[in-house]
């Protein structure tokens, strides 16, 4: 037999516990579950584990609720407070104040950096110095992964394509996993170009290619195939034709002219090759995708110019490129002489088509990193097992003589294998040493190189400028 104490417990328990049936109840139970989820993925973190064990909590908590309207009030108003602490939406973290750091040295002004200061320059610091000076801003230089976008390098192709299948990269960080693979002779619409890879987008996707991997292209335009055999016309009002071309040649529309019925296209065979170009009527033809095929960009013969012409003299020129290498080898610390007399063996006195074009006067290749003004694709001469031969290659682009200089000091501060050399002071053994680790295929590089600071006599600029002049 209970004893009293433990009816009175019984009846207050049965008195505080929910009807089990009704709309209320059922509705309430709904509500507080929903709650219960609410409140606990943003306040613990985590999802409840099942939608049976929030409601079994949330069954407890309703009971609760209906005690506190029933019996307390004040319990009611506090529980009301708390549960908005839960729910109200957290305050964002104040993120900790970045750690302190040197303020860059603006420019590297002459007046700022003290001779000192110089000697002290790394080759990675004065490489840097040199990049932020060539930018002209105060703010520390951009990383290459933040390099300007296409859209504002003067020297980028509109359209590439790799002579060679190609990998296909998804973005410009040497780390960056390979998305896919470009075939041969596809089309690829140049997008922007950072590093040393564009960004290209073509039928199948969007990526990033390799600069020395492709070569640039002509725009790929519209594309028919001849269907039979097709008459070739000299003009859209001819009556003789010039050839007939064989049934299923790839034609490449230039331009039409539907009065007369016929367009101006480039025809080619089934292997890529170009046959002729005319005109040929619109019927029996048939629209294509576009072919893989090559068809590159032509590059335009230009007429030599003359360094009397660009810089006045051959004195000029020397004077031009010495004030330049002066001023930056108080930074890097590369002789001055062997700068200018590099300028004039790689550029042939500021002449070649490079320099002019471009603003490379030092031949600096575009393998590892694009130029301040984008890349060029220019033919050159190579020594290769002893034998002279011509390839195209992938050139930097400058948008001055100065930046040019510049990057050749920064280029040459960058580079591992030219670490034996940096810091000696003797011209003659800085070329041998820049020579010896790979800087030229020219064997006779070093003689020439040394024969031009004699007869000029460009150990002049390797001398510090006195105050006043």
């Not at 575009?366 to 011509?390: C, Y």
Request: glycine fraction near 8%.
């Amino acid at each position: 037999m209970r004893s009293a104490a433990a009816r009175l417990r019984a009846a207050a328990r049965a008195r505080l516990r929910p009807k089990a049936s009704g709309p209320g109840s059922a509705l309430g139970r709904a509500l507080t579950t929903l709650l219960a989820i609410r409140i606990m993925r943003p306040v613990f973190g985590f999802r409840p584990l099942g939608l049976s064990r929030a409601a079994g909590w949330c069954r407890h908590q309703h009971a609760l609720a209906l005690a506190l309207v029933q019996r307390r009030p004040g319990m009611l108003a506090l529980g009301i407070v708390l549960l908005a602490t839960l729910v109200w939406p957290r305050l964002p973290s104040v993120p900790p104040p970045p750690p302190a750091r040197a303020a860059p040295l603006s420019g590297f002004a002459q007046e700022q950096l003290q001779p000192e200061d110089k000697a002290e320059l790394s080759p990675e610091v004065a490489a840097r110095a040199l990049q932020q000076q060539g930018s002209g801003r105060a703010d520390p230089p951009l990383p290459p992964s933040e390099a300007p976008e296409a859209a504002r390098l003067p020297f980028l192709p509109e359209w590439v394509q790799p002579p060679e299948a190609v990998a296909l990269w998804f973005s410009a960080d040497p780390q960056a996993a390979r998305s896919g693979r470009v075939p041969a002779w596809e089309f690829l619409h140049v997008l922007g170009a950072r590093r040393n890879r564009l960004e290209v987008e073509y039928a199948a996707g969007r990526g990033w290619v390799h600069v020395w991997e492709v070569v640039p292209a002509q725009e790929p335009g519209r594309w028919l195939r001849s269907l039979d055999q097709l008459r070739l016309w000299a003009s859209p009002l001819s009556g003789a034709a010039l050839r007939v071309l064989p049934a299923a040649s790839l034609l490449r529309v230039q331009q039409e002219d539907p009065a007369n019925g016929r367009a101006q296209v480039e025809a080619y065979d089934q292997n890529g090759r170009r046959l002729a170009e005319g005109w040929v009527a619109f019927q029996g033809l048939q629209a294509i995708a576009v072919p893989r095929l090559p068809l590159l960009a032509p590059l335009q013969p230009q007429p030599r110019v003359s360094v009397d012409k660009l810089f006045g003299s051959r004195q000029g020129f020397v004077e031009r490129v010495g004030a330049a290498a002066r001023e930056v080898s108080a930074i890097s610390h590369i002789p001055a002489s062997v700068t200018v007399a590099q300028a004039i063996l790689e550029s042939s006195w500021g002449e070649s088509r490079l320099a002019r074009e471009a603003n490379n006067y030092f031949g600096i290749k575009a393998h590892t990193e694009i130029g301040p003004a984008g890349l060029v694709w220019m033919p050159t001469a190579e020594v290769l097992d002893g034998q002279d031969v011509r390839v195209t290659e992938v050139f930097r682009a400058y948008n001055n003589l100065g930046e040019s200089v510049r990057d050749h000091h920064r280029f040459l501060l960058e580079q591992p294998r030219y670490k034996a050399a940096l810091g000696v002071s003797d011209p003659a053994v800085f070329v041998q040493r820049v020579a010896a680790a790979g800087y030229s295929t020219d064997p006779g590089y070093v003689d020439k190189v040394l024969t031009l600071i004699q007869q000029n006599n460009l150990t002049r600029f390797d001398r510090p400028v006195a105050s006043g002049q």
